[in-house]
C-alpha cells in the first residue's frame, strides 16, 4: 500500500472511531436503561467490558504478528507486534481501573483477589514484562526474534484470565454466556456499540503507532549513512 493510500486510511479509520466513540457514549449515558440493582456506576459496565475486549484482541495481534515474524522474519511483523502489545496494554490498564471503579461500590472494596482481577493483573504484568525484554536487547535481530517467542508463548494467559470466572468460583459476573450476552435490548446495543468504538479506536493507534516506528527506523537509517559520510 502506498504511503498516501495508508495515511487516508489513518485518517479515515481515525474518523470512524471518534465519531463512533461519540456515539457510543450518547447510547451509554442517554440510550441504555438505568440497571435497578446498581443503578448509574453500572454504565461503567460498557467501557469496562470494551476495553478488555480490545485488550485480549491486541495481544491476539501481537501473537499472529510474532509467529508471521518467525516465519517470514520481516520487520514488519515485528513493529505490529510491539504497537500491539503498547495499545493493548493500555486498554488492559484501562479495564483494570473502571474494575475498581465498578467494585467499589458494587463489593464495597477496590480491589479483591478474585480470579478475574488477579488474571488480569498477571496478564497486564507479562506484557509490561515483555516491553522489559525488549528493552534489555540491543542486537535488533536478537530483540525481534526473543519478543516473537514470548508474544506466543505470553499469550497463554489470554484465555486464561478469559475462562477464570468459568474454571473457579467468583463473585465476577459472567457477561459471555453459552447462550449468549447476559444483558439484552438497549444495554446490548449499548454494549456493542461499545466494543466496536473501542475497536476502531484500537486500530487508529496502532496504524498510527506502526507508522510512527517506521519513520524512526527511516530516520534512524538516514542518520547511520549521514555518519558514515562525515567520517
Known amino acids: 500500500m502506498a504511503a498516501r493510500e495508508q495515511d487516508l486510511l489513518g485518517l479515515l479509520v481515525a ?15 442517554l440510550y441504555a ?4 440493582t446498581m443503578g448509574d456506576v453500572q454504565r461503567i459496565f460498557y467501557f469496562h467490558v470494551a476495553s478488555a475486549w480490545v485488550g485480549f484482541f491486541g495481544f491476539g495481534v501481537t501473537c499472529g ?8 522474519q520481516e520487520r514488519r511483523w515485528d513493529i505490529l ?12 490498564a484501562m479495564t483494570v481501573v473502571t474494575g475498581s471503579l465498578w467494585a467499589k ?8 483477589w478474585e480470579p ?9 504484568l507479562i506484557y509490561v514484562a515483555y516491553m522489559m525484554l525488549r528493552q534489555s536487547l540491543d542486537d535488533p535481530v536478537r530483540r525481534a526474534r526473543f519478543s516473537a517467542v514470548y508474544g506466543i508463548v505470553g499469550f497463554i494467559s ?39 468504538a473501542f475497536t476502531l479506536l484500537y486500530a487508529a493507534l496502532v496504524n498510527h503507532r506502526v507508522q510512527l516506528a517506521e519513520l524512526e527506523e527511516r530516520v534512524a537509517l ?8 562525515v567520517r
Open 33 to 36: 436503561p438505568r440497571e435497578l
Open 158 to 196: 489470554v484465555p486464561i484470565t478469559f475462562m477464570a470466572i468459568r474454571w473457579w468460583r467468583t463473585i465476577h459476573p459472567v457477561i459471555l454466556q453459552s447462550e449468549g450476552f447476559a444483558v439484552s435490548g438497549r444495554m446490548l446495543a449499548a454494549l456493542l456499540v461499545s466494543i466496536g
Open 116 to 124: 478475574r482481577l488477579t488474571t488480569s493483573a498477571i496478564l497486564w
Open 65 to 72: 504478528g510474532s509467529i508471521l515474524y518467525l516465519i517470514r
Open 15 to 29: 474518523g470512524m472511531s471518534g465519531a463512533l466513540i461519540i456515539v457510543a457514549l450518547g447510547m451509554v449515558f
Open 105 to 112: 461500590p458494587v463489593w464495597n472494596v477496590w480491589w479483591t
Open 81 to 92: 507486534a510491539l504497537s500491539s502489545v503498547e495499545i493493548g496494554l493500555t486498554f488492559i
Open 222 to 229: 538516514l542518520m547511520g549513512r549521514l555518519g558514515r559520510g
